[in-house]
């Protein structure tokens, strides 16, 4: 069983449409995160909600929306794509905070022309 | 601002040798230290998870030691092995504020 799903894997998109990538944990944790990693590997904290509540929120540009229905799902709604937003985008899960580990979903290639 | 830096962007090591990787912090008081892998095309993947008052953590041939002086934590794998090729980064925090740095690519070479 996969712990941290995201879909789609793979996004290929064009400048100004909007798109939305869904994560889902089956670990019964209580805290989702949205993290993007650029070409250059720098992995930045996007969100991060606990309990479906946002308490993360770094400085993102307002197209990107998070949404949460349930503890189990975060799903990141991202409008009028921007060149700039070509990234991977990987969803995390944790339980409590503190420093407990996160887990990593596979991550969403997406790509912008 | 805050800053973390990992020692360097790549790391070569023959088979067998220990690998040290290093990362610094500087305008930051972390309340612990945690070291992930990623693999290529995938998510990180957590090793081991060391807090401001512990000095060091053992998992396997994997050791990490946390210095809030220096503002360091260096990061071994012993007896490494080709498999233990990835990239290594470190993520710092209070709470769930993380900030990992950018990470170093290490190749285990036979």
């Known amino acids: 069983d996969t712990a941290v799903s995201q879909t789609p894997k793979y996004l290929v998109t064009q400048m100004g449409n909007d798109k939305s990538i869904k994560c889902e944990q089956n670990l019964g944790h209580d805290t989702m995160y949205w993290y993007k990693q650029d070409s250059k590997k720098f992995l930045k904290i996007m969100f991060s909600?606990?309990?479906?509540?946002?308490?993360i929120n770094e400085t993102v540009p307002n197209r990107f929306s998070p949404k949460s229905p349930d503890k189990a799902h975060l799903n990141l709604h991202i409008n009028s794509l921007e060149l700039g937003d070509s990234a991977v985008y990987f969803c995390?899960?944790?339980?409590?905070?503190?420093?407990?580990?996160?887990?990593f979903g596979p991550g969403t290639r997406l790509t912008v022309l | 601002s805050q800053k973390i830096e990992q020692n360097s962007e790549a790391l070569n090591i023959q088979e067998g040798k220990t690998a040290t990787l290093t990362c610094n912090y500087t305008n930051y008081s972390p309340a612990y230290l945690q070291w992930y892998r990623q693999d290529p095309g995938r998510g990180p993947v957590f090793l081991l998870l060391?807090?401001?008052?512990?000095k060091e953590k053992r998992k396997e041939r994997l050791k990490v030691t946390f210095d809030t002086t220096l503002k360091q934590s260096l990061f071994h794998i012993t007896a490494s092995q080709p498999a233990d090729s990835a990239t290594y980064l470190c993520a710092l925090g209070p709470g769930q504020n993380f900030v990992f740095g950018p990470g170093t690519r290490l190749s285990v070479l036979p």
């Open positions: 060391i807090r401001e008052n512990e």
């Open positions: 995390a899960s944790s339980q409590g905070r503190g420093g407990n580990e996160q887990f």
């Open positions: 909600y606990n309990n479906k509540e946002l308490i």
